[in-house]
């Protein structure tokens, strides 16, 4: 199974060099959550970004496809 990764804003300065220019293939066995991906995969300690599946926020728990395109972006701040 393959899914596309893309990381977008300061997050490309933390994760692992690879992923640094989108978009990376994801080689996996069987459907991994979106929550490995971040924590295991890309090493991120938080969970507040955001993170779209073939254009639709989804959260932690989704189970990513093959053929899937993953979009993580960094959270969200204004004022």
């Known amino acids: 199974m393959q899914a596309q990764i893309y990381v977008y804003g300061f ?4 994760v692992p060099p690879r992923f640094r220019h989108p978009p990376v293939a994801l080689e996996f066995d069987s459907p ?10 890309l090493g991120l300690k938080t969970l507040d ?6 254009g639709k926020i989804v959260n932690s728990g989704y189970a990513v496809q093959d053929g899937d395109e993953v979009h993580i ?3 969200i701040a204004g004022g």
């Open 11 to 14: 997050l490309k300065n933390i």
């Open 32 to 41: 991994i959550t979106v929550y490995k991906v971040l924590t295991v995969i």
């Open 49 to 54: 970004s955001t993170v779209l599946v073939s």
């Open 73 to 75: 972006l960094p959270p």
